[in-house]
């Protein structure tokens, strides 16, 4: 058994007053001799208690050596889990920044396309002399069934002769006209002759009180015909170049329910969202409400 080297020291002490007492013990007294044998023992108690408390050291060392080893694991669990959530943050924050860049570059690409296809079409009118000529007044009686028939004229006596006047119908703009035709086209499912109808309207009367109606039902027309993207630029028009009309709310809803049908929920929601906000007390922005509850 190896002896540590305190105790060695020690031992070593006790050696060499032993031998000293070996080489005396001829010429000390019985006294000399107990005092001596009383410091031998004095030296065993202290060696033993010096060797419990190395011993003591020893455990508490090990003892420290465990608990700082367990606390070396936990920081290292802890830091891994740090690690993982300042990755799922950056992944969470990334994918918000793509989504709403994407939105942002999709709704520029629209409104791009928009004026596109504003220029293409007032082309194709110069082009095609679409344009209409004023319609004389018994044709426009004809072909309108919304027009007020012609008033009966007053009983007469023969002395006395009513003027051409009073048997003629009552003056409708040209601009109703259009407009009643278009939309009658519309409720008689004809959605093609309806749209050229509304665009014909919006072209010759933009600055019309009915100009955003004519532009909601030609978007209206779209829809029908599941011309979804036709539909979302033209309700876009709608809420462009009328933002003080009366259709603008209704517009965005359309819009958003369009963006829905073709499978683009985030576009759909962020104008729902934009509805509810700008039109909080308004009919279309309660239909929002429930439309971002029943979306996933």
């Not at 009643?180 to 014909?200: C, P, Q, T």
């Amino acid at each position: 058994m190896r002896i540590p080297l305190p105790n060695r020291c020690i031992v070593g002490q006790i050696a060499s007053v032993i031998s000293l007492l070996l080489l005396i013990s001829s010429c000390v007294t019985e006294k000399d001799f107990l005092y001596l044998n009383d410091q031998i023992v004095a030296l065993n108690k202290r060696v033993e208690g010096l060797s419990k408390e190395v011993v003591s050291v020893r455990e508490q060392q090990a003892k420290g050596d465990v608990e700082l080893q367990k606390a070396r694991e936990d920081m290292q669990g802890m830091s891994g889990r740090l690690d993982e959530n300042n990755r799922l943050v950056r992944r969470s924050v990334e994918r918000d920044t793509k989504t709403q860049d994407g939105m942002s570059a999709y709704l520029t690409n629209l409104q791009d396309r928009t004026s596109r296809l504003d220029t293409d079409v007032k082309r194709i009118k110069a082009y095609l002399n679409l344009e209409p000529a004023a319609a004389a007044p018994e044709q426009e009686s004809e072909e309108n069934p919304l027009i007020v028939p012609k008033t009966k004229p007053e009983p007469q006596t023969p002395a006395i002769r009513q003027p051409d006047s009073a048997t003629e119908k009552p003056e409708v703009s040209s601009e109703q006209q259009i407009y009643e035709r278009s939309v009658a086209l519309y409720r008689e499912e004809k959605y093609e002759e309806a749209i050229s109808g509304f665009k014909n309207f919006v072209a010759k009367y933009p600055k019309s009180e009915l100009a955003d109606n004519a532009l909601f039902w030609e978007g209206e027309s779209h829809m029908a015909l599941k011309q979804y993207e036709q539909a979302i630029l033209t309700f876009q028009l709608v809420i462009k170049n009328y933002p003080k009309g009366n259709k603008v709310p209704n517009a965005l809803l359309r819009q958003a329910l369009a963006f829905y049908e073709i499978n683009d929920k985030t576009s759909s929601k962020l104008l729902l969202k934009k509805l509810i906000s700008q039109f909080p007390k308004s009919n279309e922005a309660k239909i929002a409400e429930g439309k971002l509850k029943t979306m996933k």
